[in-house]
Nanobody, 115 residues
Framework: QVQLVESGGGLVQAGGSLRLSCAASGSNFDLSTMGWFRQAPGKQRDLVARIFSNGTPNYANSVKGRFTVSRDNAKNTAYLQMSSLKPEDTGVYYC?????????WGKGTLVTVSS
């Protein structure tokens, strides 16, 4: 069974940085697409960043230039380095693993950016 466990969330001031981690187990991690999504209060869950199995990343326009997504296949772990954080980055961040068209989700980690 696939399990995803996020860590690294917390409270940070605007302009600060955080790094989120997602540890995956129970899947062929190397062949997966890994994604980070966030959900702010009253809004739907939206894609923040994605990294494909070949290492190619893509980003939502709102975070481009500020966030970096990466993966370490030897550790079965994906990362989201967040810099220059803004209050609008606040939300629950979810790790996503997609393989063969099937999505798996972590429980999320809360990121709060204060003014």
């Amino acid at each position: 069974q696939v399990q995803l466990v996020e860590s690294g969330g917390g409270l940070v001031q605007a302009g600060g940085s955080l790094r989120l981690s997602c540890a995956a187990s129970g899947s062929n991690f190397d062949l997966s697409t890994m994604g980070w999504f966030r959900q702010a209060p009253g809004k739907q869950r939206d894609l923040v960043a994605r990294i494909f199995s070949n290492g190619t990343p893509n980003y939502a326009n709102s975070v481009k230039g500020r966030f970096t997504v990466s993966r370490d296949n030897a550790k079965n772990t994906a990362y989201l380095q967040m810099s220059s954080l803004k209050p609008e980055d606040t939300g629950v961040y979810y790790c996503n693993l997609r393989i063969w068209g099937v999505d798996y989700w972590g429980k999320g980690t809360l990121v709060t950016v204060s003014s």
